[in-house]
């Protein structure tokens, strides 16, 4: 089992910057790919990027170029720098991992909001 615990989340105006953090409670092979999905009111959870334990990434079209995933190993942890936000970026951002990317077993964190205002 991996807790995911997300921090970072809040209230920004768009075309600002937000950085979320994700550290996992273990390391492992639990945590070889991890990533950010999120959920905005009324819609479906979706991909925003994720990252592999060697450093390859995916990125949403909708946040190429203005998010960047990244992570740190040593610490269990990744990060999402999200810049120029734009209001349609309002949701919960959830951290999410597993051994691969077609694992069965995912584990989630909480969620964490993130409103942008126009």
């Known amino acids: 089992q991996v807790q995911l615990v997300e921090s970072g989340g809040g209230l920004v105006q768009a075309g600002g910057s937000r950085r979320l953090s994700c550290v996992a409670s273990?390391?492992?092979?639990?945590?070889?790919?991890m990533g950010w999905y999120r959920q905005a009111p009324g819609k479906q959870r979706t991909l925003v990027a994720i990252?592999?334990?060697?450093?390859?990434?995916t990125y949403a079209d909708s946040v190429k170029g203005r998010f960047t995933i990244s992570r740190d190993n040593a610490k269990n942890a990744v990060y999402l720098q999200m810049n120029s936000l734009k209001p349609e970026d309002t949701a919960v951002y959830f951290c999410?991992?597993?051994?691969?990317?077609?694992?069965?077993?995912?584990?989630w964190g909480q969620g964490t909001q993130v409103t942008v205002s126009s």
């Open positions: 990252i592999s334990r060697s450093g390859s990434s």
């Open positions: 273990r390391s492992g092979t639990s945590i070889n790919v």
């Open positions: 999410n991992s597993r051994a691969s990317t077609t694992s069965a077993t995912v584990y």
